[in-house]
């Protein structure tokens, strides 16, 4: 482990969830890390912040993300717990109807975090800032970076009182999100052209919460119908996950032309008319208690730093390198993971030496690679969508991946190895091991399941008088 030189200086740019994580990573290796934050107040308690659109949608953190959160910092999945989150055992703990069928519900392999993005955030928030030598700085708007092509050394700063200052630092961490200005700041400096790809399948998401019908407010499972690229129509599909205070989180979500609505009289018509009108049914036997959210900032943006001749003493974590659509739920895990990378190299090199930041980069981008093409290789499929059409090599690997998902709903084998990779527990290249690719030519061991499997709990929240009927419902 390398030990903090001299007063060794980190300063993170936002104090989002990346940010934080990364000032955890950091922290045992350097004498100080300041986290410079546009926000005037980060809230105390399990609030919204006004920089953070998204956390009005359904997240899921798989376990991947949270064990690498919590080997940054011990205790974080207690305190989640404690305030009302839930632990949900996967794939026992989750009703998913796939591309291929109903998945059945094995033994628990993994598991995911029933929360709102504010607790998860409250949590990760309240254990880094907790830190010694973990400094938040708030009501600052960075606007450019100081250095040169070569190294950057600092950042120059505005307060909330317009005046402007400079801050020195060993090493800079941007973790601005999908607003970063990263670019621009680096054109300003001399800096290189940044490699950018972008797939836009144009997805809109809708969420509502809940309140859970009597006797589902805990040991829910995830109810998750999926689309179906291969249909060559938009992809819907919703999504109700157990978080805190007796609610579901529930999220619809459409690609381009099939997007859902903001109007409240629409959003379980939309849920019900997805592939499978399970959710819908659950939907309906439960109270809304909040306005339907809208969201639309989903492309995926890939920004590939670690191919550049970057400058010594930047790194670029989280959203700001790599966005997801947040459908596949992998954007807080990746981040986390990218995190674990970054402490990883701190404690081999010192945060101030020259070739510190591209080792770091290289690493960093490894885990968000790995969620960039799970993204990508569905949303390039739908119709509509902004980017780079899918190739030979694209297809061939959506059609094993089909051959998988259709494979797991009869073979615990294979769908332990989808869920070590959908989890971010294991890279994609576990699924070419040769006893999955064995199993994949096999085929299915047990027949399609003809419908959901649902406990006697869950059936008996089915046989309650719904509390709203659609029109399409009443004719039914």
């Not at 609030?47 to 205790?75: F, K, N, T, V």
């Not at 993994?110 to 254990?127: C, E, F, K, N, Q």
């Not at 993204?375 to 690997?397: E, H, M, N, S």
């Not at 699924?431 to 030519?441: R, T």
């Amino acid at each position: 482990m390398t030990q903090p030189t001299g007063k060794t200086r980190v300063v993170i740019l936002g104090g989002s969830l990346a940010g934080t994580l990364a000032a955890a990573a950091l922290a045992p290796h350097v004498a100080e890390v300041l986290v410079l934050e546009r926000d005037r107040v980060l809230p105390e308690t399990a609030a919204p912040r006004p920089r953070l659109p998204q956390a009005a949608h359904a997240h899921m953190l798989w376990s991947g993300g949270a064990d690498a959160i919590e080997d940054l910092l011990p205790g974080t999945t207690d305190r989640w717990l404690k305030a009302g989150a839930h632990r949900i055992p996967i794939p026992n703990g989750m009703v998913s109807f796939s591309a291929a069928g109903w998945f059945r519900r094995w033994t628990e392999t993994h598991y995911l975090i029933g929360a709102s993005r504010d607790l998860i955030d409250w949590g990760v928030r309240t254990a880094a800032l907790a830190i010694p030598n973990v400094r938040l700085r708030t009501g600052v708007t960075v606007t450019s970076l100081v250095g040169s092509a070569s190294r950057v050394g600092g950042v120059r700063v505005r307060d909330e009182d317009g005046e402007e200052s400079v801050i020195d630092a060993d090493l800079v961490v941007d973790a601005t999100g999908r607003g970063s200005k990263l670019l621009e700041w680096l054109r300003q400096i001399g800096g290189p052209v940044v490699e950018e790809t972008v797939v836009d399948a144009g997805v809109r998401y809708a969420s509502r919460r809940y309140r859970a019908p009597e006797g589902a407010e805990t040991n829910w499972p995830v109810i998750h119908i999926q689309a179906d690229p291969r249909e060559g129509r938009p992809g819907q599909l919703v999504s109700i996950i157990s978080i805190e205070d007796g609610q579901w989180h529930v999220s619809l979500s459409g690609t381009r032309g099939g997007e859902p609505s903001a109007d409240e009289a629409l959003f379980e018509e939309f849920a019900r008319g997805v592939r499978h009108p399970l959710a819908a049914e659950f939907m309906a036997r439960a109270e809304p208690i909040s306005d339907v959210v809208v969201y639309g900032r989903t492309a995926n943006r890939q920004r590939r730093f670690e191919k550049a001749a970057m400058p010594a003493g930047i790194v670029v974590l989280g959203d700001a390198a790599t966005s997801l659509n947040p459908v596949y739920g992998h954007g807080m895990s990746a981040a986390a993971l990218g995190a674990v990378a970054l402490r990883e190299t701190a404690a081999k090199t010192p945060v101030n030496a020259a070739k510190f930041a591209a080792q770091a980069q290289k690493a960093v981008a490894r885990p968000a690679a790995a969620a960039w093409l799970l993204a990508v290789g569905q949303d390039r499929f739908y119709p509509g969508t902004i980017g780079k059409a899918p190739g030979l090599a694209d297809k061939v690997a959506a059609r094993y991946v089909h051959r998988l998902s259709h494979t797991a709903i009869g073979s615990f084998l294979v769908v332990k190895a989808l869920t070590d990779v959908m989890t971010m527990q294991k890279p994609a290249s576990a699924l070419g091991n040769p006893d999955v690719l064995i199993a994949a030519a096999r085929g299915l061991r047990r027949p399609l399941l003809e419908g959901p499997e649902l406990t006697a709990r869950e059936r008996g929240i089915l046989e309650r008088e719904p509390l709203r009927r659609t029109e399409e419902s009443k004719t039914a």
